[in-house]
């Protein structure tokens, strides 16, 4: 069930909003005023905000600019009396996602809500698409769409066979992996041929990428594993 805070003074408002997106499946909290709002955002996840704008103590263009301040990322809604192209492009241009003007229609409020929430939701799936393929160990980063490996800002040059080994560590990070258990991953060979390939492959990688040895570690009669310090 997506959350929604709504800020809003007017009862009336508030009482009729809350009736139509409960019924709608929403779950709804209410604050009266602007610090009310901040201080339950900062405690309280929600999926959006709808902000009125004439708000006791803080107004609802200050709340709208503190919570993108604090990296609050949920679509905002004002819904205002205030309804000049100059209020408009005010809500909009300090962070708000859409700007419906009282007097209203609900079917209106409510579609609205809907395609913010929409699309809320496909950015936060292609944000979780991209991330997938992007790895951060320590100082490391590893951009597996475009093969690439970076450490402190400084590109790493790898060959094939160690980027790799390092994608097999970094897939399994925190895992002790035999010798084995990466010949069969890297190298796609499922026994083992008694070949040192392996140690010869990972003093290669820790030559390039971790000279400290602050991430691959030696489990005596084990194996290797990748892990922050």
Same mark, same amino acid.
């Given at each position: ?11 009336? /408002?508030?009482?009729?909003? %809350? ?7 929403? &779950?709804?909290? @209410?604050?009266? =005023?602007?610090? !009310?709002a901040?201080?339950?955002a ?24 503190e ?16 309804g ?5 492009a ?19 409020l ?14 936060? /799936?292609?944000?979780?698409? %991209? ?7 320590? &100082?490391?980063? @590893?951009?597996? =769409?475009?093969? !690439? ?22 897939k ?58």
């Amino acid at each position: 069930m997506k959350k929604i805070l709504l800020v809003e003074d007017e009862t009336s /408002v508030v009482d009729f909003i %809350k009736k139509g997106l409960t019924e709608g499946n929403y &779950e709804v909290s @209410v604050a009266f =005023d602007g610090n !009310t709002a901040i201080n339950m955002a900062l405690e309280s996840s929600f999926d959006l905000f709808i902000l009125d704008i004439m708000l006791p103590d803080k107004n609802g263009l200050e709340v709208c600019k503190e919570l993108r301040i604090r990296n609050i990322k949920s679509p905002v809604l004002f819904l205002s009396a205030l309804g000049t192209s100059e209020n408009i492009a005010l809500g909009l241009n300090i962070g708000a996602d859409d700007y419906l003007i009282k007097p209203f229609k609900f079917i209106e409020l409510h579609a609205r809500i809907n395609a913010l929430l929409r699309r809320s939701s496909q950015k936060e /799936v292609t944000q979780e698409e %991209k991330s997938k393929n992007v790895y951060l160990i320590g &100082e490391l980063v @590893v951009n597996d =769409d475009a093969k !690439t490996v970076a450490k402190n800002g400084n590109v790493i040059s790898l060959t094939a066979t160690e980027y790799r080994l390092l994608l097999v560590l970094i897939k399994n990070k925190g895992k002790v992996l035999s010798r084995i258990d990466i010949l069969e991953s890297a190298w796609d060979i499922n026994f083992n041929l008694g070949t040192n390939v392996v140690d010869v492959y990972i003093n290669y990688l820790r030559k390039k990428i971790d000279p400290e040895n602050e991430l691959i570690h030696t489990v005596v009669g084990m194996g290797y594993i990748l892990k922050e310090k």
